[in-house]
Each structure stands twice: as structure tokens, then as C-alpha cells.
């Protein structure tokens, strides 16, 4: 009998990113890049950006540390050179060598996300942050839509959505666990914030769950949804009285002791 103990691989894997990745900084810049200014990240500064997708928290650390400082972006499947092409559950990091780190919504997808916690604050210099910026997509419900078959077609496509993240090891509700998670990996000044928002059509959050609809197209067909209905999906997202709960958002900064 084979079996296959291979960790399942990246959801979002195949096919072009950069539309994703241009939605999800509309989307998330606004929170991350503000707590990150809180570190007080400055001139000099050596910075790693893990899994950095299009690359906008790092290009906005490079314009904080200046050239006295450095900004380190990886991703397993870059999409510019600028990006070091890195594993993080298993290529090297410099030991105790970081002033900041950040890692937006990448631990969610590895099942390896205990020991890469683990390396990541290994490889902070005393004192260093690690800022980890995630959600927790099991809550995220509609809450106004134009009658009972588009909230139902909604409700569909999130378990859909929650279906295939599961079958590929993502850990939905990894948000609300990054702060204990940090404290046991030895970080301390822990410093959680969360919060939600109200989607509605041209929001940035609805547009990505739309362009979710085509990302994930294969999977959400092979968990039981028809291309008509990913199709009712995107144009219900455009309907003018639609408005969904944005999933749970969380950034939680970590030090290493100095
Ligand atoms: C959901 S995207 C987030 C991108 C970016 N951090 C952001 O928030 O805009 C997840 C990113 O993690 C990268 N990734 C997935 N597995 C990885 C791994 N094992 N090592 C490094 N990067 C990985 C993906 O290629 C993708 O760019």
C-alpha cells in the first residue's frame, strides 16, 4: 500500500499570484503596516519579511531602514527577484540575527507552524520583534443580504472555502492561537490586538473572497460547488445591499528577550 506522508502543499500554489497578492495588501496594509510603525523600526534596521507574496511590507520596511539597514523578503514561489526563493519549514536562517520580523497570513497555511514559530524566534537578535499578522476565518458570517437563496449561496461558499483550506492543512482558526503560541515559543511584551469589519461591494476583503471564487476555482468544484454558482458568488458580491462580517483579524508582536 502506498502511502503518502508528504505535508499537503500550499493551497493557493498553482497558477499566477500577483492579483492576489495585490488584493490582499488593499487589504491588509492599512492594519500591518501602522503596527509595525509601533516597533519603531528605523535607520539600520535588519528586517526579514517571510513569505512576502507581492512584497509590499517589505518595499515599506526598505523605505524605514534606509541603506543602513536591510530588508530580507522570501517566499517559497517569488514573483520578483528581489525575493529570495526560501522554504521556511526547512532552509537556513541566520542564528540571533533579525531586528524584526514579520510574517502576514503564512503560518496558517504550514503544518509545520510550530517549529517555524520556533525558528523564527531563533533567529531573532536579542531583543528583536517578531510580528505576526493573521485571521481566524471560522468566524466570518453574512449579515445582510437580498433574500433567503443568496445568504444561503454565501453560507455554501464559506464551507466550501473552509473545506479545501482544511483538506490542504490550513489552520483557519490559527488567529486566535498566535498569542499563546508566541508565549510558548519564549517571546515576551506579547501584545494582541483583533479586530472586524464590514464588507460591502468594492471593499477590498469582498473583492478578495471574489477573487477567491477563481483561485480556488478546481477546489471548491471538487468539494461539490458548480461554476454557475461561483459565478451567482461573485455577481452576489456586487449586489448594492450585501454586507458580510470581514473574518477575524489579528496582529500579535512578540520580543525576544534581550
Ligand atoms: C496568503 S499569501 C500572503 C502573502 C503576504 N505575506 C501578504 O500577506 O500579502 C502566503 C504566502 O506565503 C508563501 N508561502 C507558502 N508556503 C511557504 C513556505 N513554506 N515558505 C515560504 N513562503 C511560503 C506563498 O507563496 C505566499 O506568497
Redesign the pocket.
Known amino acids: 500500500m502506498d502511502v503518502n506522508l508528504a505535508a499537503p502543499a500550499?493551497v493557493?500554489?498553482r497558477g499566477d499570484?500577483r492579483e492576489?497578492?495585490r488584493l490582499?495588501?488593499a487589504a491588509?496594509?492599512p492594519l500591518?503596516l501602522p503596527r509595525l510603525a509601533e516597533t519603531g523600526v528605523d535607520s539600520g534596521w535588519r528586517c526579514l519579511?517571510?513569505?512576502?507574496?507581492?512584497?509590499?511590507?517589505a518595499a515599506w520596511l526598505a523605505t524605514q531602514v534606509g541603506p543602513a539597514g536591510s530588508v530580507l523578503a522570501?517566499?517559497?514561489?517569488?514573483?520578483s527577484d528581489t525575493v529570495l526563493r526560501?522554504?521556511?519549514?526547512?532552509?537556513p536562517l541566520p542564528d540571533g540575527h533579525f531586528d524584526l520580523i514579520?510574517?502576514?497570513?503564512?503560518l496558517?497555511?504550514?503544518p509545520?507552524r510550530a517549529e517555524?514559530l520556533a525558528r523564527l524566534v531563533a533567529a531573532l537578535a536579542p531583543g528583536g520583534w517578531l510580528q505576526i499578522?493573521e485571521t481566524d476565518t471560522t468566524y466570518q458570517p453574512c449579515l445582510d443580504a437580498p433574500d433567503r437563496h443568496a445568504f444561503a449561496l454565501y453560507q455554501r461558499f464559506i464551507a466550501a472555502r473552509d473545506a479545501v483550506m482544511e483538506r490542504a492543512g490550513v489552520d483557519a482558526g490559527y488567529g486566535r492561537r498566535v498569542a499563546r503560541a508566541m508565549r510558548s515559543a519564549g517571546l515576551v511584551d506579547l501584545d494582541p490586538v483583533s479586530g472586524v469589519e464590514v464588507w460591502g461591494p468594492g471593499s477590498p476583503g469582498l473583492a478578495l473572497l471574489a477573487h477567491t471564487t477563481v483561485r480556488l476555482r478546481d477546489g471548491l468544484v471538487a468539494v461539490g460547488m458548480t461554476d454557475r454558482q461561483l459565478a451567482e458568488v461573485r455577481e452576489l458580491f456586487e449586489q448594492p445591499g450585501f454586507r458580510a462580517s470581514s473574518s477575524v483579524y489579528y496582529s500579535v508582536r512578540g520580543r525576544r528577550a534581550s
Not at 526560501?86 to 532552509?91: A, G, N
Not at 514579520?102 to 503564512?106: D, N, T
Request: proline fraction near 2%; charge should be negative; hydrophobic fraction near 35%.
Open positions: 500550499y493557493f500554489g499570484a492576489q497578492h490582499l495588501a491588509h496594509d500591518t519579511d517571510v513569505g512576502t507574496g507581492g512584497g509590499t511590507v522570501t517566499d517559497l514561489s517569488p514573483t526560501h522554504d521556511i519549514t526547512r532552509d514579520v510574517a502576514r497570513l503564512v496558517r497555511h504550514l509545520e517555524v499578522d
